[in-house]
């Protein structure tokens, strides 16, 4: 039988034998460096999402935030449209109103109905977009982000026929993945800076408007619903009796209501 040398362990047992000592020493610290790897990841990802944090919003992230600059400009958002069923009848508040607006569409929802798409132009109204789908994208995938905010941009240009300039994550979850696809296909982010909190299931006029009022000073971006896809079923008729509440508020103290692009955020 061979034998190894004197003062040394035999070749032919394995490394976790021959240092019993070591190997889980080595397993534990790859462990913890491919944790680190992916700890650091997430945290990367997430970072872009502390522009929610009302003092990043106010003092480094301004106009991500929808800080305008323009003077007596407070700009009216919706989200979640265009929807056949709720969509004509904001639009049609909004002529007696004389107010413009812009618009971050869903993909999904604007492939259901092309022609209020097209008919949010023709009024006058700016479109922006939502995403493809409305989900949250708190994990990283971005191949993934990039492909679908690029479907929605080509959807929105080619079905309304106007290039859209800005692109507000669904629930204002603004995460590294979709940061950087809107950077690539041209897209300016833009959050709120006040809402009505009109998709809920016990919102009325009078609720959305209060909510909202005290945000709703020059430079501010209003975000409401013209379609309760993702919200309380019905909840936008609340959004729609608020919308004349709304507007007397504003004419009283000066203030234009207007879509983002006339909003002092560009240059």
């Known amino acids: ?17 021959r240092f019993p000592d070591r190997a889980p020493t080595n397993r534990a610290r790859t462990l913890r460096r491919a944790a680190l790897f992916a700890a650091g990841g997430e945290l990367l990802h997430l970072a872009p999402a502390a522009v929610r944090l009302p003092p990043v919003r106010r003092t480094l992230a301004r106009r991500t935030a929808g800080y305008g ?15 056949r069923r709720s969509t004509p009848y904001v639009l049609d508040a909004l002529d007696e109103l004389g107010a413009r607006a812009t618009f971050f569409l869903l993909g999904t929802m604007l ?31 971005p191949a993934r982000d990039l492909r679908e905010l690029r479907r929605a941009t080509e959807a ?16 204002g979850v603004l995460t590294a993945g979709p940061a950087l ?24 006029a009078a609720s959305v408007h209060a909510t909202a009022r005290p945000g709703l000073t020059a430079g501010a971006t209003l975000l409401l619903h013209d379609s309760d896809c993702t919200s309380a079923p019905g909840s936008w008729r609340a959004t729609l009796g608020a919308l004349p509440l709304i507007a007397a508020h504003c004419r009283r103290r000066g203030l234009t209501l207007g879509p983002l692009r006339d909003h002092g955020l560009l240059g």
């Open 111 to 141: 492939e259901r109905a092309p022609d209020l798409g097209r008919e949010l132009v023709a009024r006058g109204h700016e479109v922006a977009v939502h995403g493809w789908y409305h989900r949250s994208q708190w994990y990283p995938a």
């Open 156 to 171: 929105v240009t080619e079905l309304c026929g106007a290039r859209p300039l800005w692109y507000r994550p669904p629930y």
């Open 181 to 204: 696809a809107a950077h690539r296909v041209g897209l300016r982010t833009v959050l709120w800076t006040a809402w009505g909190r009109d998709w809920t299931e016990d919102a009325t």
């Open 69 to 83: 600059t323009a003077p007596g400009h407070l700009a009216l958002t919706f989200d979640d449209g265009p929807d």
């Open 1 to 17: 039988m061979d034998r190894a040398p004197a003062g040394r362990a035999p070749t032919d047992r394995p490394a976790i034998d």
